[in-house]
């Protein structure tokens, strides 16, 4: 099982990103896909949620507004599109993966991607 998010970059502030999530090894399309992010000195936090039936979708406040996830189940990839970024967005965006939790927990995901650096510039 591999999940790999990228998209990252140096972006400035009040640009875009658009991250993905490459998921190969299970059966994509019955599994939540969350991002989560870190950020130097701070714990993994929420960002946003998919559900596998794809209508099921949860942001973090700060998210809401700015960032839309998606998925493509035919294509095995979620995706988190990042509007009007702030400074205060830098972090190391990761996704996850669940069969069976749909929720903000982190520690509730047992599959886990490598993470993919956003930083912005003021």
């Known amino acids: 099982v591999q999940l790999q998010a990228s998209g990252g970059g140096l972006v400035q502030a009040g640009g875009s990103l658009r991250l993905s999530c490459a998921v190969s090894g299970l059966t994509f399309s019955a599994y939540n896909v969350g991002w989560f992010r870190q950020a130097p000195g701070k714990n993994r936090e929420f960002v946003s949620i998919?559900?596998?039936?794809?209508?099921?979708?949860d942001y973090a406040d700060f998210a809401k507004g700015r960032f839309t996830i998606s998925r493509d189940n035919a294509k095995n990839l979620a995706y988190l599109q990042m509007n009007i970024l702030k400074p205060e967005d830098t972090a190391v965006y990761h996704c996850?993966?669940?069969?069976?939790?749909?929720?903000?927990?982190?520690?509730?995901?047992?599959?886990w991607g490598r993470g993919t650096l956003v930083t912005v510039s003021s």
């Open positions: 996850a993966a669940s069969p069976n939790y749909f929720g903000q927990d982190p520690g509730r995901y047992n599959i």
């Open positions: 998919i559900g596998w039936r794809e209508t099921d979708l």
